[in-house]
């Protein structure tokens, strides 16, 4: 059976409107997974992290040809932190890992999906303007997340 923890993160003002930031972590006997997620509102930023999570447990899980067990508890943690004071540079680490270099992950997760969709990275990524020589998380976020909509 899986747990799924949704934990509220902060708050950040973008585009002179306010936006939540919720956490969700998924833990099986075998794996965990966590992801964050924002929104309007804080069931829509939690909606968000868990929809997030359950995402990278499926890769987790596919990648390790393992079921996805469909049975899941859920709770909100009891801790809260009112975090108000995100710069730009803090919310890039939820965006993928920002400036920093696309992790391992994060480009197994673009080629195993652009494999299954018979999708040429190098055009992709370049129709994307994203330089897979220097690709940053932030790059491997925008590629992962294009290539969902496929």
Do not use: H
């Amino acid at each position: 059976m899986n747990t799924i923890n949704i934990s509220f993160v902060g708050n950040i003002q973008q585009n002179n409107q306010q936006k939540i930031i919720c956490s969700a972590e998924i833990i099986d006997e075998k794996f965990k997974a966590s992801s964050i997620g924002e929104g309007l509102t804080i069931d829509e930023a939690s909606c968000n992290a868990k929809k997030n999570a359950l995402i990278e447990m499926s890769y987790l899980k596919n990648k390790n040809n393992q079921d996805i067990n469909s049975n899941t508890i859920i709770t909100k943690s009891s801790v809260i932190e009112n975090t108000n004071n995100y710069s730009n540079q803090d919310k890039n680490r939820f965006n993928g890992g920002g400036s920093k270099p696309a992790s391992e992950k994060q480009k197994n997760m673009i080629l195993d999906k652009c494999k299954k969709k018979g999708i040429d990275i190098e055009a992709f990524a370049r129709e994307n303007g994203v330089s897979l020589k220097n690709m940053t998380g932030a790059g491997a976020n925008k590629l992962i997340k294009q290539i969902e909509l496929i």
